[in-house]
Nanobody, 121 residues
């Protein structure tokens, strides 16, 4: 069984920074794409950033230049560095990863439980 555990959320003032982590544990053979999503109250969940197994990244327009996604394959962990935070960045952030548990298995998507980020003005 694979689990994703987020950490690093919290409360910060506008202009501040936070670094989110998402650690994958359990039976892991390979990890493909890794993504960060967020969902604010009353809003749809949105893709914030993604990173491929090769390190290619993609960002939502609203966070370009402020957020950076990265991964440490040796630790099965990926990160979201969030700088110049704005109140509109407040949301529950979830990580998602495409993981193969065994060589002969198909890749499956797994989600973390989420971590709250609150940015005050």
């Amino acid at each position: 069984q694979v689990q994703l555990l987020e950490s690093g959320g919290g409360s910060v003032q506008a202009g501040g920074s936070l670094r989110l982590s998402c650690a994958a544990s359990g039976r892991i053979y390979n990890i493909n794409d890794m993504d960060w999503y967020r969902q604010a109250p009353g809003k749809q969940r949105e893709l914030v950033a993604s990173i491929t197994s090769g390190g290619s990244t993609n960002y939502a327009d609203s966070v370009k230049g402020r957020f950076t996604i990265s991964r440490d394959n040796a630790k099965n962990t990926f990160y979201l560095q969030m700088n110049s935070l704005k109140p509109e960045d407040s949301a529950v952030y979830h990580c998602k990863a495409n993981i193969k548990g065994r060589p002969f298995e198909a890749f499956e998507y797994y989600w973390g439980q989420g971590t709250q980020v609150t940015v005050s003005s």
